[in-house]
């Protein structure tokens, strides 16, 4: 299994990114996905979750109404469009997908993301 994010970068603030995480090796759409971050020197921390139809999403409180989960299960891959992003943004973002029919759980190598003038 392999999952493998991309689309971090700096950026100032205000301003947008769109991450993506493609999934190989495992039947992505039987999986819940989500996207963690951990800013530094701190614990990683959950920033949106969508269900396996991408017909439901959950999101931390500090994210809600700026960024966006969704997924595309034909293509394998999971998104997270971030906007009016914030200094306090600044994390090693990583996905991670969650089986809903055992305890097994994969994520990726994590994509920085710099927020800052």
């Known amino acids: 299994v392999q999952l493998e994010e991309s689309g971090g970068g700096l950026v100032q603030p205000g301003g947008s990114l769109r991450l993506s995480c493609a999934a190989s090796g495992l039947t992505f759409s039987t999986y819940i996905m989500k996207w963690y971050r951990q800013p530094p020197g701190k614990e990683r921390e959950f920033v949106a979750r969508?269900?396996?139809?991408?017909?439901?999403?959950l999101y931390a409180d500090s994210v809600l109404g700026r960024f966006t989960i969704s997924r595309d299960n034909a293509k394998n891959t999971v998104y997270l469009q971030m906007n009016s992003l914030k200094p306090e943004d600044t994390a090693v973002y990583y996905c991670g997908a969650f089986s809903v029919q055992n305890d097994a759980q994969y994520w990726g190598q994590g994509t920085q993301v710099t927020v800052s003038s």
């Open positions: 969508v269900t396996r139809a991408g017909n439901m999403t």
